[in-house]
């Protein structure tokens, strides 16, 4: 049976989706499951799709295609009924056909859903498609009544960010633009603004004087499997960090913004980055995982990093001196996502030589950005018996042990919703994500050697020397609690 969706959630209208990529990895992995999701389950009252892609297909191959996708990659189980239903909505133009085609497919399905329908152009392509699928959406008159998605990496260094932000803003204005970054739609990405500033307990310790650093943390297992055409011109830094960890940085650090619209979280947002040193390529570690140079497509010569730790600072009142450690790769040994902020220690030690205290690390709140969240805060306790022994012991959360993680909406479909609604909040900014550019400037320019590390690791070995005196959090000594089975 079909939940009840709340009023408010989905779009007001129906939606014509012009889906640039359509065939791509990112729309069969995450943005076809989406709209199959959000389309089956209520939340758009009406929605056409119009695959556009390179491959010369018809829309019978399409519906192949996509009909493969929900199978390889959807969460959920495709109903017989919703997937009829689903596949009548989708239709396909290959890129060669041109903009009159297009524009005909489009005119064809808003005829089948109303006038009152809205247009939303997804553009899951690679910086260098960007552009001309703008100028296709330009030439085909489908500009009008529209919003447009764009993906990561947002150009590819400072000048070529501003250039594409120049050449969108002559087709499209501002305020019908969405910069997606999916980790901003992670359901723990947003649970870090409630955290902070829902509660007052930890707000008067968020600062340099009780943090003694910052770690964000996205080690993941996956290989660049079929994506080498995308991955070796962009490697783990613009992939991963100049975006997604990044933005969550900016969640962690950023001022308590004045409300919850968008244009205060932005100002909030892009105040860090603003205060963010520039990032000096002696503080950064680039690695590449043994057999990357083998993969397909890949030149057997890559210089291309498939992995990246940095140290990076944020030159204000608050964070002045404290550093953030970021690290991400393909192919290491744990796939994970989480924040982890390690607090001072006391001053001075009463216990005795030999209890324990101090040996596990510092007291530290961790995050975990699951799709089902977890948190948790490390403290030492005395351990039962004799004597004044001390162990690392901790308070953790789990969503699962709430019964709500079935109503956790996937990243992607949480802010294709947020589009369709017009609703920027979530999304970034072009200022923003210029500056992150403009900081990242030296790195670009003179990018430390790469370093091989052996598949299944955690990177190259002076990502210790980068840490030092600290340690990374993971591997975890101690593993998350297993989540409340009768938690539901
Ligand atoms: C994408 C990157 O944006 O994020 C991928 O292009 C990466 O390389 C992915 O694997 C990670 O996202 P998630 O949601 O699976 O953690």
Redo the contacts with the bound molecule.
């Keep these: 049976m079909k939940k009840k969706i709340p009023p408010g959630v989905g779009p007001k209208f129906p939606q014509v989706v012009v889906l640039v990529g359509a065939t791509g990895d990112?729309s069969r992995r995450?943005l076809l499951p989406g709209l199959f999701h959000l389309c089956s389950a209520g939340f758009i009252p009406a929605c056409r799709i119009i695959g556009v892609s390179l491959d010369d297909i018809d829309v019978e191959a399409f519906r192949r295609i996509v009909r493969g996708a929900l199978d390889e990659f959807g969460q959920r189980e495709v109903a017989d009924d919703a997937w009829r239903a689903f596949s009548g909505i989708l239709d396909y133009v290959p890129l060669g056909a041109g903009p009159q085609v297009l524009r005909e497919a489009v005119l064809r399905a808003e005829a089948a859903v109303g006038t009152e329908s809205r247009r939303l152009h997804y553009l899951s392509v690679p910086p260098a498609a960007a552009l001309p699928a703008v100028r296709l959406l330009g030439e085909a008159g489908l500009v009008e009544n529209s919003r447009i998605v764009m993906?990561?990496p947002f150009g590819t260094d400072l000048a070529s960010a501003v250039t594409l932000n120049a050449r969108l803003h002559e087709v499209f204005r501002e305020e019908q633009i969405f910069r997606i970054?999916?980790?901003l739609g992670?359901e723990p990405a947003q649970n870090i603004l409630a955290f902070r500033f829902a509660n007052g307990l930890f707000e008067p310790i968020w600062n340099r004087n009780f943090i003694d650093h910052i770690q964000i943390d996205?080690p993941?297992t996956?290989t660049?499997g079929k994506?080498a055409a995308?991955?070796e011109g962009?490697g783990?830094y613009r992939?991963?960090v100049v975006?997604?960890l990044f933005q969550i940085l900016a969640f962690t650090a950023m001022e308590p913004p004045t409300s919850l619209d968008p244009k205060s979280i932005g100002e909030e947002k892009f105040k860090v980055f603003r205060s963010m040193l520039p990032i000096k390529p002696e503080d950064v570690v680039r690695g590449q995982y043994n057999g990357y140079r083998a993969e397909e497509g890949v030149d057997p010569e890559s210089e291309t990093e498939t992995f990246i730790a940095l140290k990076c600072f944020i030159d204000n009142w608050r964070w002045a001196g404290v550093p953030f450690f970021l690290r991400t790769g393909?192919r290491l040994a744990e796939?994970q996502?989480i924040i982890s902020i390690a607090f001072r220690e006391p001053p001075k030690s009463m216990f005795p030589p030999g209890s324990g205290v101090g040996a596990q690390g510092p007291d530290h709140l961790t995050f975990d950005?699951a799709d089902a969240s977890k948190m948790s805060l490390s403290f030492y306790g005395k351990r039962p018996g004799p004597g004044m022994r001390l162990d690392k012991l901790s308070l953790q959360f789990a969503m699962h042990d709430t019964g709500m993680v079935g109503d956790v909406l996937e990243?992607y479909e949480r802010l294709i919703l947020d589009a369709m609604r017009g609703d920027h909040t979530l999304f970034t900014t072009a200022d923003g994500i210029e500056r992150l550019w403009e900081v990242s400037t030296p790195l670009l320019e003179s990018p430390p050697p790469v370093r091989l590390y052996p598949e299944g690791s955690w990177g190259p070995k002076s990502i210790h020397q980068l840490i030092a005196p600290h340690a990374w959090r993971l591997p975890f000594e101690r593993a998350w609690r297993a989540p409340n089975a009768s938690g539901g």
């Design positions: 990112l995450k993906e990561k970054d999916h980790f992670k996205v993941e996956l660049v994506r995308f991955y962009t783990a992939d991963m975006t997604h393909k796939g996502r950005l990243a």
